[in-house]
């Protein structure tokens, strides 16, 4: 089947269109009245929600950049911050329970995983006395394991940034969140189909060019591994 011709206005008009037209896009999909319909309905705009795409005060953090690395500090609600724990007792003992179910056979696969991301300046070695845990944040960590044969990472840690205890408050809730920069998935979609080239970039990448500037926002990401026969602390 022979692709139609779209007209430049009409990609300007689909990428662009206006809140006042229910349906907008029935000249180009007439078959798809139903989904069209929905994404009308729950749209922000329609429900009287209206984004001003403004930026708060803690969106005005100062970045800095040198030597080809960006250095942020984290923006939190300061009078929030005194409510998160060290969690040092509860990490220790998720450790344990890790350590336990992988000590038999994938134990090694999981710290090479914290060895590379060292390599890689993803995280640093510091060493702490126990006499001063509670000076941090500890975020207790488990594994993901996926046995999926085309897998690039077999193994794999997830931090848990949502620990509560009690009726102390997590990282997740003290840190903010900032508006949403999630990209319209329509206008993402229409550009792929309307340019003829493509820029992708490695996220990985990115991500090592970040560096946190505050000695005190890396003291609330720790957390602990076990390294036979000592503990290690980063």
Not at 3 to 21: K, N, W
Not at 113 to 125: M, S
Request: aromatic share 12%; charged share 20%; glycine share 2%.
């Amino acid at each position: 089947m022979q692709t139609p011709q779209v007209h430049s206005s009409h990609l300007c008009f689909v990428l662009e269109s206006q809140p006042t037209y229910l349906d907008s896009l029935a000249e180009f999909f007439p078959d798809s009245e139903v989904q069209r319909g929905l994404e009308q309905m729950f749209n922000l705009e329609s429900l009287g929600i209206h984004d001003e795409n403004t930026f708060s005060d803690y969106d005005q953090n100062a970045i800095e950049f040198k030597d080809g690395t960006y250095y942020v500090e984290l923006p939190w609600h300061v009078d929030k911050l005194a409510r998160v724990p060290s969690n040092h007792a509860v990490s220790l003992r998720i450790l344990d329970r890790v350590t336990k179910d992988l000590i038999k056979n994938m134990y090694q696969d999981y710290l090479e995983v914290f060895w590379q991301q060292e390599q890689d300046g993803i995280i640093e070695e510091i060493f702490v006395s126990v006499h001063k845990f509670q000076n941090f944040v500890w975020i207790p960590h488990r594994p993901v394991v996926k046995h999926d044969a085309a897998a690039m990472t077999k193994i794999r840690p997830v931090f848990n940034c949502s620990l509560k205890t009690g009726k102390r408050m997590s990282l997740n809730e003290t840190a903010y969140s900032g508006i949403n920069l999630t990209g319209d998935m329509l206008n993402l979609l229409m550009s792929f189909r309307a340019n003829n080239y493509i820029l992708l970039a490695d996220i990985q990448k990115a991500f090592l060019m970040i560096r946190l500037s505050l000695e005190a926002d890396k003291n609330r990401f720790c957390f602990f591994i076990k390294h036979r026969p000592s503990t290690i602390f980063f």
